[in-house]
């Protein structure tokens, strides 16, 4: 099955400079999916455009055999989420607390998070092994395991599709290497992915396929 599809998509932010031109791809199931390109190459104006924050001035996205516009904000979370390259919250928010505000989309207006909703974060969290800095603050914890934070609230959100903006640019080689094998976990379990990158190497080591994204075409 081909739960997200981008056909032709092209985006401008000013009518006289083009980011993508004419971009199209296809994810299924379980896969994970590559966008190599350089910095400023529109990696990240494609991951908003499919996620439904950028509108793209022509093309369509296609998610789960609908088009996107059809979703309300909060369908669409339930059933792809977007984890961005940086994160600095505002406020001290508990890891815990952090991974739970994944359960939103499920919750009615003004509803509070249940029983069944605390249980899917403490599994969410058990998942990429930070079930034990649950009570932590999220200030206080390293870039790599914040990151992994994010992904456990993208679980906690049961969605289909993790869109990752360059999740390994600001982390050592060792949080690196953590957060690609959960990764790699994840996605053997049917869980599917887009990663931007930058980062040949990670796309050689872990990709199913890799788009080759330059100055917002399709190479390859």
């Known amino acids: 099955m081909i739960p997200l599809e981008a056909r032709n998509l092209s985006y401008a932010y000013i009518p006289?400079?083009?980011?993508?031109?004419?971009?199209?791809?296809?994810l299924h199931d379980g896969e994970m999916l590559y966008i190599l390109?350089?910095?400023?190459?529109?990696?990240?104006?494609?991951?908003?455009?499919?996620?439904?924050?950028?509108?793209?001035?022509n093309g369509q996205v296609i998610l789960a055999d609908s088009v996107l516009d059809a979703y309300t904000a909060a369908e669409r979370a339930q059933l792809i989420g977007l984890i961005p390259q940086l994160h600095i919250p505002a406020f001290g928010y508990s890891?815990?607390?952090?991974?739970?505000?994944?359960?939103?989309?499920?919750?009615?207006?003004?509803?509070s998070p249940t029983h069944s909703d605390h249980a899917i974060v403490e599994e969410a969290l058990e998942q990429v092994g930070l079930y034990e800095l649950r009570d932590r603050p999220y200030t206080e914890i390293s870039g790599g395991e914040?990151?992994?934070?994010?992904?456990?609230?993208?679980?906690?959100?049961?969605?289909?599709?993790?869109?990752?903006?360059?999740?390994?640019?600001?982390?050592?080689?060792?949080?690196?290497?953590?957060?690609?094998?959960?990764?790699?976990?994840?996605?053997?379990?049917?869980?599917?992915?887009?990663?931007?990158?930058?980062?040949?190497?990670?796309?050689?080591?872990?990709?199913?396929?890799?788009?080759?994204?330059?100055?917002?075409?399709?190479?390859?």
């Open 16 to 26: 006289e400079i083009t980011i993508l031109h004419d971009v199209s791809l296809k």
């Open 37 to 57: 390109g350089r910095n400023g190459g529109g990696k990240t104006t494609l991951l908003n455009c499919l996620a439904g924050l950028l509108k793209p001035d």
């Open 95 to 111: 890891v815990r607390e952090m991974v739970l505000m994944g359960r939103a989309p499920h919750l009615s207006w003004l509803g």
């Open 146 to 220: 914040r990151q992994l934070v994010l992904i456990a609230r993208g679980l906690a959100q049961k969605c289909r599709i993790l869109l990752m903006d360059e999740p390994t640019a600001h982390l050592d080689l060792s949080n690196q290497h953590r957060v690609l094998e959960i990764i790699n976990q994840l996605s053997r379990q049917g869980l599917s992915f887009i990663i931007s990158s930058h980062a040949p190497n990670d796309a050689l080591a872990y990709a199913d396929n890799v788009l080759l994204l330059n100055g917002g075409w399709v190479t390859e």
